[in-house]
């Protein structure tokens, strides 16, 4: 089997199936792209440990490290998968997975918010840097937001994993809320609009 019909295969069987993220799928089409333009597309069992060591250590010379890491880990789902259907390929466990580099989290305080809040010119960005600090929620998440959705200061999001969580909004955040949806005139379900469109 082709490298870049291993990785259709799996996508088809495991990322569609499973209603992963568009992003998800994105990310594990660039790692095939990658895999190709170094071997060609060739047959996928013909990868041998010295190869995909080759391949690693080109885009250590391009790639941050853990990008590195995560093309890595999707390569290795792929040689899983395909095992379990009797293809003769690498097993995924000869290929060690780089470690991850530990990060300091950098955390903005309640001080730089509140600058932020101020100097924002429009009560939309205004809720938007206050729902976001004081909910602890993505922006993918946020965009995804309903007026509906928010019921006595809180409101459930669907993360990764596709797991459910309840957050809460603080009351800067709900009269800022209050002040910006006081100046929408459309009946758009979305939480925020665009400026030149209905759509999040």
Request: charged share 30%; aromatic share 10%; hydrophobic share 35%.
């Amino acid at each position: 089997m082709k490298i870049s019909e291993a990785f259709k295969a799996y996508a088809r069987d495991v990322i569609v199936f499973k209603n992963q993220s568009k992003k998800t799928e994105e990310n594990h089409f660039i790692c095939c792209k990658a895999l190709v333009v170094f071997f060609d597309d060739v047959e996928i069992e013909s990868l041998t440990f010295s190869m995909i060591r080759d391949w690693k250590a080109e885009l250590d010379k391009h790639r941050s490290h853990e990008t590195v890491r995560n093309y890595i880990i999707k390569l290795r789902v792929v040689l899983k998968y395909l095992r379990e259907r009797g293809h003769n390929c690498l097993r995924p466990d000869e290929i060690p997975v780089p470690k991850r580099t530990d990060k300091v989290p950098i955390f903005i305080t309640e001080s730089e918010v509140s600058r932020l809040i101020v100097g924002a010119k429009k009560l939309r960005n205004k809720a938007i840097v206050s729902l976001l600090y004081g909910s602890g929620i993505r922006v993918s998440e946020l965009c995804n937001l309903d007026i509906a959705d928010i019921k006595d200061m809180s409101f459930t999001v669907v993360g990764k994993g596709s797991k459910a969580r309840i957050c809460f909004i603080d009351d800067r955040t709900k009269y800022l809320l209050d002040e910006y949806l006081a100046t929408r005139n459309d009946n758009y379900p979305y939480l925020f609009t665009g400026k030149y469109t209905s759509q999040r």
